[in-house]
């Protein structure tokens, strides 16, 4: 009994240590702190330092919960399989059946490593601790301990990055670069139902909106990146600057779990938007056409 009041005495203290750093009304530096100093410009810093232990954190997690996967799984295994059945109604119609198997794990680590670093900065002590020094009888954190992944821009441009090279791979895969082509710049219009003299016309218009489309693709990596920057660091310096305040709180839970949603979905709908044409559907229904046939 003694060692749990001790716990709740220390939890009790850091939530006080934590509130009492954001009340000072400043705001969170955007860039985090350096840890070490590798030379030539390389250091690592406190939001790699919690993207690594967070990331080891949930490899473990899940290699626990999950155990050793069975024919009747476990209450672990169990909810596991509903959180990845749910995520699989979700993408799927987006991707296409055809690309889904390739793409699916990459969406799930995204979401899920997305969804916990953006929770895990609402831990009371996150951004709090670390090194600083007295200004006025206020203690100036200069250097904090531990940093959200998240919260860092370079973390949410390698997020990026690492989508754009997935989507990269898999659409040259499963769409190839023939129809990525025709997609981007081919004319959409019906040859057959448009008149000839309009055609060439409407294929230079489609040209110049294949371009355009082309330099939204290049800078998808940047949207991605500070979409999910900015709304993880306001968050953070609206907590700080509010002292947890609890409503704001429990608001950055929900902003959280959006944030890894929309990143997701859009990750996915870029996928889509080349690999699935239809052909699920249009093969579903010549598959009753003929079975019709054969009744």
């Not at 919690?50 to 899940?62: K, P």
């Not at 169990?78 to 296409?96: Q, T």
């Amino acid at each position: 009994m003694l060692s749990i009041n001790k716990f709740l005495g220390s939890i009790s203290a850091l939530c006080l240590a934590t509130m009492a750093h954001a009340n000072e009304g400043e705001g969170v530096a955007p860039a985090a702190a350096r840890l070490m100093d590798l030379g030539n410009g390389w250091f690592i810093t406190s939001s790699m330092v919690t993207g690594w232990a967070i990331s080891a954190l949930i490899i473990a997690v899940i290699l626990v919960v999950l155990g050793k996967p069975s024919v009747l799984p476990g209450k672990g295994q169990a909810v596991f399989e509903s959180v990845l059945e749910g995520l699989r109604d979700l993408f799927e119609p987006i991707i296409g059946k055809k690309a889904f198997p390739a793409a699916f794990p990459l969406l799930v680590t995204f979401f899920i490593f997305i969804l916990v670093h953006n929770w895990m900065g609402l831990l009371p002590g996150v951004g709090t601790m670390g090194w600083g020094h007295d200004v006025e009888g206020h203690f100036h954190l200069t250097k904090p301990l531990v940093r959200p992944f998240n919260s860092d821009f370079n973390g949410t441009i390698a997020l990026a990055l690492i989508s754009f090279g997935g989507w990269a791979i898999i659409v040259l895969k499963y769409a190839g670069p023939a129809l990525i082509i025709k997609d981007l710049f081919g004319n959409k219009a019906e040859k057959s139902e448009t008149p000839g003299w309009l055609y060439p016309i409407l294929s230079l218009v489609f040209l110049f909106v294949g371009l355009i489309e082309v330099f939204s693709i290049a800078i998808r990596p940047f949207t991605l990146s500070v979409r999910l920057f900015g709304n993880v660091f306001g968050g953070e310096n609206l907590l700080h600057g509010t002292g947890f305040f609890f409503v704001f709180y429990f608001m950055e839970l929900l902003v959280g779990l959006i944030q890894a949603l929309v990143f997701t979905l859009l990750t996915s709908v870029y996928i889509g938007l080349l690999c699935n044409h239809g052909d699920d559907h249009a093969h579903d229904h010549a598959g009753g056409h003929a079975a019709e046939a054969h009744h």
